[in-house]
């Protein structure tokens, strides 16, 4: 197969960015054609499946020039001399030589594109205000595994089509990697102390020819390495404008399936979850962005109940907490509804309760609201005491929210569920930062300290929403939420 490749352009171009990733960003510059010695490679290209990308998009929806600017803005964010080392996830084995469905570390995904196992990213800025160096060290191309295992894309693609700099062979990274961490005055990873010693890919690292060597994470620590993650954190908490198109067109699809599926009758949850996941693909998505939570009666009371094993009754609510994801990107939407199709006058209360402080605390998902996740959090727990004090909830003195709601309003999303792991919900939210608005009311069945027709309810409704600079934009707008919907 031929393929149209980078541009050849000066090495030493002063933009960063023109060098590399020309043809296939669609940038203008002198192109030319290579054939490779395999047709196959990791993962689809434009060239390859043009039915799933454009042309100029490394993986869905986001081009290589997009990729090369994140790379870039990481090594504009580190201080002359650092090195940044990523390494990408292994292969979960389910159990002896059956394995789970591949899924890139994150980090490394939203670096580089490249979606296989068994390879390294090295982001090298030097100093004298050098320009960084991308290395990516990948598997070889190798005819008998590729026949059980599947195409590899190899060294030649990792230059060609992933942009690096540089490519080699990933099962050498500790001797490639010695000579530079020893240049560095500052190391930098994603991998963390004995994270090299867990799964066979990594177990490799520590044999090279034979010869015992010091695991990966190791030699890191020999180099004084620290995490890389706050400063990946900085630039993932903010989407572009392609990766927001991402997360809507994920939200759109699940969104619809939701409101499909309410309009329908299941007997088992499990039923209602096919049905879903189903949907949640035919509308669009890749995959489940996370197992779901499909959740009747009382097993709404278990806020991550995935069992999804019992019959749905008449007269019992359903909590589903699902959602698709496209182009790595997810959504993540809870709905409440009743089996049956209309709300009890309990139900209804609850329901109405949570959903009008719920509707509250998306509107203030704006720039200029200057209002962070713990912010917001407070406002949500103050609406839902006070609504419910309304219905019914005798609040005593000393006795706050926290026993009927337990967990915080929201969290960021992305390319994880949880996305950006350890970022402050004490900084105002700023536009572009993708978060969830999910407040819940958890009644326990054998509590007396709760008005009795509410006991054993479990509601939670929950939007995947983008912060802008005056107004909120909300993904997953396609699930319903009113009560009219169901009631009628």
């Not at 890139?104 to 004298?128: C, S, V």
């Not at 990792?158 to 990697?177: I, K």
């Not at 939200?251 to 939701?258: P, Y």
Request: charged share 25%; with cysteine.
């Amino acid at each position: 197969m031929t393929l149209l490749l980078r541009a050849l352009l000066p090495r030493a171009s002063k933009n960063p960015l023109s060098r590399r990733a020309s043809s296939i960003s669609g940038r203008p510059g002198r192109t030319w054609k290579r054939t490779f010695a395999s047709d196959g490679f990791g993962q689809p290209l434009h060239e390859t499946h043009p039915h799933l990308l454009e042309h100029g998009e490394l993986t869905p929806g986001i081009t290589a020039l997009e990729y090369a600017q994140r790379r870039k803005s990481l090594a504009d964010s580190l201080a002359p001399g650092s090195i940044a080392v990523l390494c990408s996830t292994d292969v979960k084995w389910r159990t002896g030589s059956v394995f789970h469905k591949f899924h890139q570390d994150p980090d490394f995904f939203y670096l580089t594109g490249f979606d296989e196992p068994e390879a390294f990213a090295i982001i090298d800025k030097p100093t004298g205000g050098r320009e960084h160096k991308f290395r990516l060290l990948v598997r070889p191309k190798d005819a008998a595994s590729e026949k059980w295992e599947g195409s590899r894309s190899g060294f030649e693609a990792a230059e060609e089509v992933f942009n690096a700099d540089e490519s080699g062979d990933s099962s050498q990274v500790s001797s490639m990697l010695s000579p530079l961490l020893a240049g560095a005055a500052h190391v930098y990873s994603n991998i963390s102390p004995g994270q090299s010693d867990s799964a066979p890919f990594s177990e490799s690292l520590r044999v090279e020819k034979g010869t015992p060597k010091d695991g990966l994470s190791e030699l890191l620590q020999k180099y004084g390495g620290r995490p890389l993650r706050p400063f990946i954190n900085d630039l993932r908490a903010v989407k572009s404008d392609a990766e927001i198109s991402n997360m809507r067109r994920a939200g759109q699809a699940s969104g619809k399936a939701f409101t499909e599926a309410m309009k329908r009758q299941f007997m088992t949850e499990r039923e209602l979850e096919t049905f879903l996941e189903y949907r949640f693909k035919s509308n669009g998505c890749e995959n489940s962005a996370y197992i779901p939570v499909v959740a009747s009666g009382e097993h709404a009371l278990q806020i991550h109940y995935v069992q999804n094993n019992d019959m749905m009754r008449d007269g019992d609510l359903v909590s589903v907490d699902a959602g698709g994801s496209y182009g790595g990107y997810v959504t993540d939407i809870t709905r409440t509804w009743p089996v049956n199709g209309k709300f009890s006058s309990a139900q209804r209360d609850l329901y109405e309760a949570i959903l009008d402080v719920q509707r509250s605390c998306v509107s203030r998902c704006r720039q200029d609201a200057n209002l962070s996740l713990d912010a917001l959090h407070s406002i949500a727990e103050a609406g839902l005491k006070e609504n419910l004090a309304q219905i019914g909830f005798d609040f005593p003195r000393r006795e706050g929210i926290k026993a009927l709601f337990p967990h915080h309003l929201g969290h960021h999303v992305g390319l994880d569920i949880h996305d950006c792991a350890g970022y402050s919900r004490t900084s105002n939210l700023i536009k572009g930062q993708c978060i969830t608005i999910e407040p819940g009311i958890y009644v326990d069945a054998d509590d007396d300290r709760w008005p009795a027709h509410f006991r054993g309810m479990g509601i939670r409704i929950e939007d995947s929403v983008c912060v802008q600079e005056d107004s909120p934009f909300v993904f997953t707008t396609e699930a319903v939420k009113e009560v009219s919907k169901w009631s009628q």
